[in-house]
């Protein structure tokens, strides 16, 4: 009787570390535009977006061109309305109410994700990762503005008026939407503590059942 039940724990544990392996990464994007500009250059581009798991780290890949050489702030923007082109996206998105910051500061909003720092090409292929944005639960990034700035995002540190709130990072030079680009809508929205976590903290749980079955049963 015992053996049995050692085998089905042992089955379903190897069950659950297959869902666990199970492609099921989200991903959104972003096509970025901004107006023709006097030397008939235009930022365009995309911005992907992507989480492997509920609660887990964002991916962030940006490819643009037509940008000028330089530091921009780049950040993501409580609207996803572009009825009045970039200007309508709002503030960054600032769920805590807190003050402007650094993708890296403590306090920061969670759509402060810093400057791009573009090359003379104009163009830029980066990839990096963010602890505080999520494509999913309440806090989703998915359906906001996506903002690309004229100028260097001080990152709250600035003496200027705009630094707390803005990071004095001038205009607007490009933007879009953040869309979903997922097939796999199983997991969403994820439960608080993350789906993910859930299955990983039971099938480790099972093993550990089924090892303990196991010994007391020899
Ligand atoms: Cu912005
Ligand atoms: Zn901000």
Excluded at 8 to 16: D, P, Q, S, W
């Amino acid at each position: 009787m015992l053996r049995y039940l050692v085998v089905a724990l042992a089955l379903c544990a190897t069950i659950c570390s297959a869902a666990q392996a199970r492609n099921n990464a989200i991903q959104a994007i972003a096509y970025l535009t901004g107006p023709v500009q006097a030397d008939n250059s235009q930022v365009k581009g995309n911005v992907t977006f992507t989480q492997n798991d509920c609660g887990q780290n964002v991916h962030v890949r940006i490819q643009l061109e037509g940008v000028k050489e330089g530091k921009h702030g780049f950040h993501i923007h409580e609207k996803g309305d572009l009825s009045n082109g970039c200007a309508s996206m709002g503030g960054h998105y600032n769920p805590d109410k807190v003050d402007h910051g650094g993708p890296h500061h403590e306090v920061r909003h969670v759509g402060d994700l810093g400057n791009l720092e573009v090359n003379s090409s104009g163009t830029i292929d980066i990839t990096y990762t963010d602890t505080v944005i999520s494509l999913t639960g309440k806090r989703t990034i998915i359906g906001r503005g996506c903002v690309l700035h004229e100028l260097e995002d001080d990152l709250g540190q600035g003496n200027h008026t705009d630094s707390k709130k803005t990071g004095n990072a001038g205009g607007r030079i490009a933007c879009g939407v953040i869309g979903v680009n997922s097939e796999d809508l199983e997991e969403w929205p994820c439960r608080d503590g993350g789906a993910g976590a859930l299955r990983s903290s039971l099938s480790i749980l099972t093993v550990i059942v089924a090892i303990f079955l196991a010994r007391n049963h020899n």
